[in-house]
Structures are given as structure tokens and as C-alpha cells.
């Protein structure tokens, strides 16, 4: 018999450090936004929230970078951090990593600190790459943007738990 898996507390761990300036940060939170409106739609009672605030969001590093979009191995890899992440996810049973650097980070922890935690691996969410789309509402052609990095993204993150609670 196979058994469903239960979700109720679920975290974000992305590949990059958290942005700091405000053109950066304002792209961040409304492609986690877009993504998070996406998942409520298809999995409300997973994700209740459309807003990135009310999630758990986990850096993999906690100190200042030379390079704040790049993470180098050894930073994530350094007992400290591995003893945070820990304590970051102690009461979560889902964790998103987006990106491989996020995977990386959790793998390692688990390997130190073992817990039974559902693990959820996707691409990076990168800066939007927004595409001009027709859509037809009542036979008039009209256009909108979209970020296909937040749809592929879903894709793999819908496929996953679709897996992941025998759906």
C-alpha cells in the first residue's frame, strides 16, 4: 500500500544570494510572486499564500560574497553554515531548492544532519526573460508578457509533486 505523503510547512532555498540592491530585489520578489501564484492555483492547500513574505525564503551562504550572484562550493560546504541551514529547516518537511547550488546545500546538510525532508530540485530562477505572447479573447488578438523561466520552473516543480503525492 502506498502511503500519500503530507505537506504543510514548505521552504524556498535558491543557488544565489539574497539581492541586496532595489532593482534586483523588486525582480526577485515578483518572479517568486508570479511562481507562488502559479502554485496556489494548482496546489491551494499547499501553497495558501501568493505573496513570498509568508514563506520560508533560505539563502545558501549568510555572509557577504566578493560576487553576490555567485556562491562558490566551499562557502556552502563550511560546517557554520551547514549547522544554520539545520536550524533554518528544523520545521520544515518541503524544501524547493532552485537552482544547483541550493541542491548542493541541502544535500550536504542532510549528509551531516539527516532528517526526513521532502526535497523539491528545479533550474535557477534567473532574471526574467519575458516573451510577448498572442492570446485571442473574443476573436480579437492581444498580447502580454511572461516570464518562461516562472512556467518552466512550475513545470518541474508540478511534475514533482505530482510524484511526490502520488497524484
Known sequence: MITQ???????????YMKPISPQPLYRFKQ???????????HYPTIFPYTNYAQYCLIWP??????????V?????????????????VKD????ICIGEKAHFAIQKM?????????????RNLVYPISRHIKRNYNEEPSRFRTNMQVINIFKEIDQQLKTLLKV
Request: glycine letters at 2%.
Open 5 to 15: 505523503r503530507v505537506i504543510k510547512d514548505i521552504g524556498f532555498i535558491f543557488s
Open 31 to 41: 518572479q517568486v510572486n508570479d511562481l507562488l501564484v502559479r502554485l496556489n492555483k
Open 61 to 70: 551562504i549568510d555572509k557577504p560574497s566578493n560576487n553576490p550572484n555567485y
Open 72 to 88: 562558490e562550493y566551499a562557502m556552502i560546504n563550511e560546517p557554520a553554515n551547514l549547522e544554520r541551514l539545520k536550524t533554518v
Open 92 to 95: 520544515l518537511d518541503t524544501v
Open 110 to 122: 542532510l549528509e551531516l544532519y539527516p532528517k526526513d525532508i521532502n526535497i523539491i530540485k528545479t
